[in-house]
């Protein structure tokens, strides 16, 4: 089972996937597709508010941030790791708890990356939100760095998250039953 979409220009179908016994969602990976990154990325920035630099968590909304860097001359932006590196110093660490990842994960930044988004505004960024506990850890470690939050955008609003108005977002994708009925 497919659920068709239409993203930025780009038409996909999503291979319905089952999270519970009741319960699928569609599975929107941007992983190996350039096409549509780029438009996502392009999009995106045509709808973004001002901001200095763009903070992702890990792992899927990276080769977005990538792709908006770049096509805004940006140098620079920021990723939510989840888990803490050697290289890092001076770590900021929240708990995250995501649809998608089963238990707890934690995402952090490092000092240094702490540092220069301190007074800065940051725009906070991911692939889907659905529960939007990934988005609100991102954004707890960008006001722990005393940054200002300039907005958060996705690429796509989930179930309940699609009636948020604090997200900018592409398109939305409903939650499916165990038939993959999209549920009300």
């Known amino acids: ?18 999270l519970t016994d009741d319960l699928m ?14 438009a996502c990325a392009k999009a995106l920035l045509e709808k973004a508010p001002e901001y200095d630099y763009i903070l992702a968590p890990e792992a899927k909304a990276i080769p977005l941030v990538h792709e908006m ?5 940006q140098n620079e932006y920021f990723i939510a790791r989840k888990k803490k590196k050697a290289y890092m ?5 929240v708990e995250d ?10 995402l952090c ?3 240094a990356d702490a540092a ?7 725009l906070l960024l991911d692939d889907v939100i659905s529960t939007g506990g990934s988005i609100a850890a991102v954004e707890q ?18 179930g309940d998250a699609a009636k948020r108005n604090d997200i900018i977002v592409l398109n939305t994708l409903p939650l499916f039953d165990r038939t993959g009925k999209p549920l009300k």
Do not use: N, W
């Open 25 to 38: 969602i569609a599975g929107f990976v941007i992983f190996g597709d350039v096409e549509l990154t780029c």
């Open 116 to 122: 220069k988004m301190r007074g800065k505004r940051i």
């Open 109 to 111: 930044i490092d000092g």
């Open 141 to 158: 470690l960008a006001r722990q760095a005393g940054a200002v939050v300039a907005g958060r955008m996705a690429i796509l609003a989930e």
């Open 1 to 18: 089972m497919t659920y068709p979409i239409e993203i930025a220009g780009c038409r996909r179908e999503l291979p319905l996937c089952r």
């Open 97 to 106: 708890h995501s649809l998608t990842t089963e238990g707890v994960q934690t």
């Open 89 to 93: 110093t001076e770590v900021f660490e």
């Open 69 to 73: 860097a770049r096509q805004s001359g």
